[in-house]
Antibody, heavy 123, light 109 residues
Framework: QVQLVQSGTEVKKPGASVKVSCKASGYTFTSYGITWVRQAPGQGLEWMGWISTHNGNTNYAQKFQGRATMTTDTSTSTAYMELRSLRSDDTAVYYC????????????????WGQGTLVTVSS | QSALTQPASVSGSPGQSITISCTGTSSDVGSYNLVSWYQQHPGTAPKLIIYEGSKRPSGVSNRFSGSKSGNTASLTISGLQADDESDYYCCSYAGSSVVFGGGTKLTVL
């Protein structure tokens, strides 16, 4: 079955970086993009950006441009999201999700989602 | 890009129908029929239940339906069941970005 499995919980200090992984299985990795969404504790969903697994093109939400980097390793069907200069308000669950768009800038239809990775930023 | 506007909470009794609204602008919901809805139970990842405004992925109950009028999209759940108690989020394509609603908590009385 189609599945996205993410890396485990992270605890970071302010100013540090975190890199979350998302390993795909059950489908052809390069036929779909990957979108990243985060959810702060008790809050709603926030779109971070999209990456094409076909050509590596990316599209970041303005808020994360320059601070987030999305990459893929097609040899292992794994996507990565690195967030730098972490602040306390970056504390959230970070999700990857399969996106049908592999060209353009990403879509709005995310299915399925990974299980989520909790990133806690605290001194 | 501002978040789409959803009611914070709605409620209904088993067997009833409820509708959750999602109001955007002419830059997102109003310009594209590219609205999706997600169901999220506590502590779990969101699940896609509606896309392209009114289409259901395979395996999603036909008790879930979507529609759109102008800048407002809506999710209707008919024949409410206890397991429908969850958070629901709308999402819209907005050109080169994507915007989510703030979420609606559905309580089944």
């Amino acid at each position: 079955q189609v599945q996205l499995v993410q890396s485990g919980t992270e605890v970071k200090k302010p100013g540090a970086s975190v890199k979350v992984s998302c390993k795909a299985s059950g489908y052809t990795f390069t036929s779909y993009g990957i979108t990243w969404v985060r959810q702060a504790p008790g809050q709603g969903l926030e779109w971070m950006g999209w990456i094409s697994t076909h050509n590596g093109n990316t599209n970041y939400a303005q808020k994360f441009q320059g601070r987030a980097t999305m990459t893929t390793d097609t040899s292992t069907s794994t996507a990565y999201m690195e967030l730098r200069s972490l602040r306390s308000d970056d504390t959230a669950v970070y999700y990857c999700a399969r996106d049908p768009e592999i060209y353009g800038s990403g879509s709005y239809r995310f299915d399925p989602w990974g299980q989520g990775t909790l990133v806690t930023v605290s001194s | 890009q501002s978040a789409l506007t959803q009611p914070a909470s709605v409620s209904g009794s088993p067997g009833q129908s409820i509708t959750i609204s999602c109001t955007g602008t002419s830059s997102d919901v109003g310009s594209y029929n590219l609205v999706s809805w997600y169901q999220q139970h506590p502590g779990t990842a969101p699940k896609l239940i509606i896309y392209e405004g009114s289409k259901r992925p395979s395996g999603v109950s036909n008790r879930f339906s979507g529609s759109k009028s102008g800048n407002t999209a809506s999710l209707t759940i008919s024949g409410l069941q206890a397991d429908d108690e969850s958070d629901y989020y709308c999402c819209s394509y907005a050109g080169s970005s994507v915007v989510f609603g703030g979420g609606t908590k559905l309580t089944v009385l």
